[in-house]
């Protein structure tokens, strides 16, 4: 089966920039898009096809996708930022949704 | 404004069965492509299955294939989740949430705890 996998955690001081990672077998090739989630509350779309943010989401949350990695960058982090963040894709050989591990980003 | 609204709490023994509804307020069903997540204490996202409304076929993740069934009531604009054979490990929030043509899940549930335990 298909599998994205993302660092469990990932650290930044306020105002610096965060990147998360998101792997998985030509993911390039599919589309990927992220989720925000904060303690108790469901998940947010931030990014979708890649690099589009929905109306809403602010200009410093970005998205790129290339030969085996998905990257969500988060530019001038603000305190509000700090959440889980997950990927996802479609798996075209399977039908399946895939969502990643997941990551919890600290703003220090 | 699209809202999807879920039924209430549930708490079950192992080995019965839970169903939980996912109602569209402010739209209608039949645009919508109805998938279900659920997210166990302290884990990660994990996409159940849904509805493709271009296909007009429900897609089961192969680990719930047979113990889970998804359906919807058109006359009330509500899709349901019923899963069966219910195990402690079932315990998880249940959001329900809908599949856009941005190829994204944008808009969700505020999601359902399912508890089981004897």
């Known amino acids: 089966s298909y599998e994205l996998t993302q660092p469990p955690s990932v650290s930044v001081s306020p105002g610096q920039t965060a990147s998360i990672t998101c792997s998985g077998d030509?993911?390039?090739?599919?589309?990927a898009c992220w989720y925000q989630q904060k303690p108790g509350q469901s998940p947010v779309l931030v990014i979708y096809q890649d690099t589009k943010r929905p109306s809403g989401i602010p200009e410093r949350f970005s998205g790129s996708n290339s030969g085996n990695t998905a990257t969500l960058t988060i530019s001038g982090t603000q305190a509000m930022d700090e959440a889980d963040y997950y990927c996802q894709a479609w798996d075209s050989s399977s039908d399946f949704y895939v969502f990643g591990t997941g990551t919890k980003v600290t703003v220090l | 404004q699209v809202q999807l609204v879920q039924s209430g709490a549930e708490v079950k023994k192992p080995g019965a069965s839970v169903k939980v509804s996912c109602k569209v307020s402010g739209y209608t069903l039949t645009k919508l492509s109805i998938h279900w997540v659920r997210q166990a204490p302290g884990k990660g996202l994990e996409w159940m299955g849904g509805f493709d409304r271009d296909n007009d076929d429900t897609m089961y993740a192969e680990k719930f294939q047979g113990r889970v069934t998804m359906t919807e009531d058109t006359s009330t604009d509500t899709a349901y989740m019923d899963l069966s054979s219910l195990r402690s490990e079932d315990t998880a929030v249940y959001y329900c949430?809908?599949?856009?043509?941005?190829?994204?899940?944008?808009?969700w549930g505020q999601g359902t705890m399912v508890t089981v335990s004897s």
């Open positions: 030509k993911l390039g090739n599919k589309y």
């Open positions: 949430t809908s599949m856009g043509a941005d190829d994204a899940f944008d808009i």
